[in-house]
């Protein structure tokens, strides 16, 4: 990794101010400052502002931009109390700004830009948790534990199978940002309350000035319609990241009810917490946490829902940035704390195979190996397998204990309506049918534990972590290039003594 010394200067104060606007400044005010400086230039160029006019305007403009950047100032976050600032900086001529425009269209415009900001931000927190996931799933490829179904175990895995299970699971959450982000970077501005206006104002060029990849297309749905899709629509990805956390953090809790666990957190540092009253108990106050964290970002998902539900078109219950930067959020530290969980796991890789072992969750082997070797139909073997399993727990015999002898005749007698004669398998291979790292070494199925297959979705698991990433950079990169645009257009309407400092000073 280059070290930031070696960048230019330049380099280094640009971006430190996109990363400073991007974590603090791009707020409603923030981007009621960029669109009135848009409106400046553009409507300067075409001709719908006096030119006598526009220097004065953009001066005043200026002015209430630099005062709302002083440590403690005021940042208005509506129309209506950003518009009088103007008005004292540079008298009512500043309101020839508003030609064409209405504060439905403007605070659509903002609500969309910061909602797309905070999908960057949740999809580079999604990143980072998935990229652990994938790491510890090749540090775990070998380690073979018990996974279960209904609550109860079920088969012999890999952990290294089950974590890239999660990560194709978040994956999927990664295509959900991507494809809803698609519909937020679309530009609602121009299209004034939900029929555009008579002024032929250029929304392309708003678009692009203000980093969108387009507009949206019909100005009733712009502001109407399409303003509240959105926060519904991320509010079903905050809810599928939440649902993924929730069931892993269940899935280690559950050991946390058990004698001898086979994975645990790791004491102190915030993972744990010594029981007030019973000194044996380590409580899990991460998990605790997290799962507590998963629930209520559930609870802010379903917000837009439900605001939305039964209104008519125009109200703006569902679409206020700050209950919807909330749900995000909710979501950003769901995973920033279950990458601190997967960090903080300790594995018993022994204590697996030994409840393994100590349990028949490699019985269905059975039926499986007398069905590809021996053409035995998969019911009929499946009817032996779980006999012997009930012979087995009423004799308190585990897998490596069971007589094959017994074997034999519960063959005989669980088979007797379809075969006849004595159990094909030798005592090696019944031995081996029970053996849990055979087992899961030797699935042949496309996309199992096996190594073959478990290399080969790491490794595309990891292409798609650095494609995600490099989506993240490339959208971050149009938004920063677009405003620094707007910022040199708007810096020549100034005039010469009136310039703004160079950002990042």
């Known amino acids: 990794m280059f070290k930031l010394k070696m960048l230019p ?129 090749g540090l775990h490829e070998k380690t073979i534990v018990p996974n279960y179904t209904n609550g109860v175990a079920a088969q012999p895995n890999s952990y290294g199978h089950y974590l890239l299970g999660y990560a194709a699971g978040l994956d999927r959450d990664a295509q959900r940002i991507r494809e809803a982000y698609v519909r937020i970077d679309q530009s609602p501005m121009g299209t004034t309350v939900l029929n555009g206006s008579s002024w032929p104002l250029d929304r392309g060029r708003m678009a692009d000035y203000l980093g969108f990849a387009a507009i949206v297309d019909n100005a009733y749905d712009a502001h109407q319609i399409a303003a509240v899709d959105y926060p519904v629509e991320v509010g079903s990805i905050v809810t599928g990241i939440a649902l993924h956390a929730g069931s892993f953090i269940e899935d280690v809790m559950a050991q946390y009810g058990q004698a001898r666990p086979w994975i645990l957190l790791r004491e102190g540092g915030g993972n744990t917490y010594v029981s007030s009253a ?108 779980s006999e012997v399993v009930d012979y087995a727990k009423a004799h308190n015999l585990r897998p490596s204990d069971f007589p094959y002898v017994q074997a034999r005749r519960i063959y005989k007698e669980a088979t007797r309506d379809y075969a006849t004669g004595e159990l094909p398998m030798s005592e090696k291979e019944f031995r081996a049918a029970l053996d849990p790292v055979a087992i899961v070494s030797h699935r042949a199925t496309a996309g199992g534990p096996q190594p073959a297959e478990m290399d080969r979705m790491r490794k595309e698991a990891q292409q798609r972590l650095a494609q995600q990433d490099t989506w993240i950079k490339e959208k971050r990169s149009r938004i920063d290039a677009s405003l620094a645009r707007l910022d040199r257009d708007f810096d020549k309407l100034l005039p010469q003594d009136r310039k703004a400092a160079p950002q990042g000073k």
């Open 278 to 385: 019973m000194p044996q108990k380590r409580n899990p106050g991460l998990l605790n946490a997290t799962r507590r964290e998963a629930s209520m970002a559930i609870t802010l998902a379903m917000g837009p829902v439900l605001e939305a539900h039964n209104i008519p078109p125009g109200m703006s219950d569902a679409k206020e940035v700050k209950p919807n930067a909330e749900m995000v959020d909710s979501a950003i530290k769901v995973l920033a704390d279950w990458d601190k969980i997967l960090k903080s796991l300790v594995i018993d890789k022994d204590r697996a195979l030994e409840e393994l072992n100590s349990d028949w969750t490699a019985s269905q082997e059975l039926a499986d190996l007398l069905m590809r070797n021996y053409k035995l139909p998969f019911r009929e073997g499946h009817h032996f397998a």
């Open 9 to 137: 200067v330049a380099l280094l104060l640009l971006a430190h101010a996109a990363q400073a606007q991007q974590q603090n400044g791009r707020d409603e005010f923030y981007w009621l400052g960029e669109i009135n400086k848009a409106s400046a230039v553009i409507n300067a160029q075409q001709g719908l502002l006096d030119p006598s006019k526009v220097a004065g305007i953009a001066a005043g403009l200026n002015e209430v931009i630099e005062a709302g950047k002083q440590p403690g100032a005021k940042r208005p976050s509506t129309v209506i109390t950003f518009e009088p600032l103007m008005i004292k900086a540079a008298g009512p001529d500043v309101t020839l700004l508003h030609a064409g425009r209405s504060s439905q269209d403007m605070h659509a415009t903002y609500r969309a830009a910061i909602m797309r900001d905070n999908m960057l931000k949740l999809a580079e927190q999604l990143n980072r948790t998935a990229a652990t996931i994938v790491q510890l799933a």
